[in-house]
């Protein structure tokens, strides 16, 4: 007879979705997601949907974070090369380095991604350092590399879909306690194990409470023009926690020029000033984004703001009893729960596997 264990994921961004499509491939698994926000929402308590997104990896060397990285790209490159609905797509990076922004908050960020021979450049393809005679005039260093762009309006709703072939079942919901979770699976059964991907919320989660999450404020514009390119720079002259970045997002998602990344700044709305500084700079930074026509020239969808949801002491992947449940935690991705994404899952999955051998309860059929 078959047995089957009743999860619960709760969380519905790219951690909670990842999580419960990869789950859902081992049949004994019955899941169901609760989450406040789910795809197709844009509230300031949800980050996934603001992200560009890209892959950069940005852990240091030997990290379990750049594990998580390096478990990741072989999943987002067989999207991006074999699954078109997934809205993934190739995309050269060119990054640039200035060595005076090294003790910025996003020099200090971006270390290991833009340092002269990161982990990465065995990883990602056509990984390529610059020549001296390449660099740009106030440039220490550069490189460039196939990445992918994510166009998360499409990716997100595509990875329901494929939960949804597999058996999940998606629901609204608000938790207030962890353990309340374990209420919500749709058999009407109490679930076994409940995976938390609950992002910034893991703040205020009963249960949880972790104190070590806070948000890292970012600003986007969204515009129609095409750079061809994926590009960011170290950091800028207008403080150092202001970023320039941009990249295209695939199937018409327009192209996302950033940005900023202020610690435990939880303002929702954009900045008309630092909007203004944020176009100036992408077009400084790359003038083919208009043709050579300055910023006037720029279309623009929308301005944007996402808070991502950053750990102190990283990434938790971890699990552990919460009274008599078992808890799978997999949140705290900050500015790389894309880039972490199948590494994060690959891991919590394990754990989960873990959980039901040491004795979370398999309902029998
Ligand atoms: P979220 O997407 O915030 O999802 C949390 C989920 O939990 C939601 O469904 C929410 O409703 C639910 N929830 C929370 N609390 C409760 C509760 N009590 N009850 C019920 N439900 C609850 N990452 C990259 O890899 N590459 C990029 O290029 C990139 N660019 C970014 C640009 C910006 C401007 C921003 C803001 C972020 C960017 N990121 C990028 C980071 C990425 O967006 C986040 O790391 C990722 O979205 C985190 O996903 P998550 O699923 O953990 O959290």
Known sequence: MAQTVNVVVLGAGVSGLTTAYELSKNKQYSITVIAKHMPGDYDIEYASPWAGANYLPVHGKDTEGAQFEKD????????????????????????????????????????????????????????????????????????????????????????????????????????????????????????????NCTGLGALKLGGVEDTKMYPARGQIVVVRNDPKVMMSISGTDDGGDELVYMMHRAAGGGCVLGGCYQKHNWESQADPNLATRIMKRCVELCPDLTGGKGIEALSVIRHAVGLRPVRDGGIRVAKEKVGDLWVVHNYGHGGGGYQCSYGCTKAAVQLVEEAVQKGASRARL
């Open 72 to 195: 990741t790209w072989p999943a987002l490159e067989r999207l991006a090369r074999h699954v078109p609905g997934a809205g993934v797509h190739f995309q050269d990076a060119v990054l640039y380095n200035r060595d005076k922004d090294a003790n910025s908050s996003t020099g200090l960020w971006f270390k290991e991604l833009l340092s002269k021979n990161p982990w990465y450049k065995d990883v990602v393809p056509n990984f390529r350092t610059y020549g001296s005679e390449e660099l740009p005039d106030g440039v220490d260093n550069a490189q460039v590399f196939t990445s992918v762009c994510i166009n998360t309006a499409i990716y997100l709703p595509w990875l329901v879909s494929q939960g949804l072939q597999n058996g999940n079942v998606y629901r609204r919901g608000i938790v207030h306690h962890i353990n309340d979770a374990a209420d919500l699976h749709h058999s009407g059964k109490k679930a076994s194990v409940v995976i």
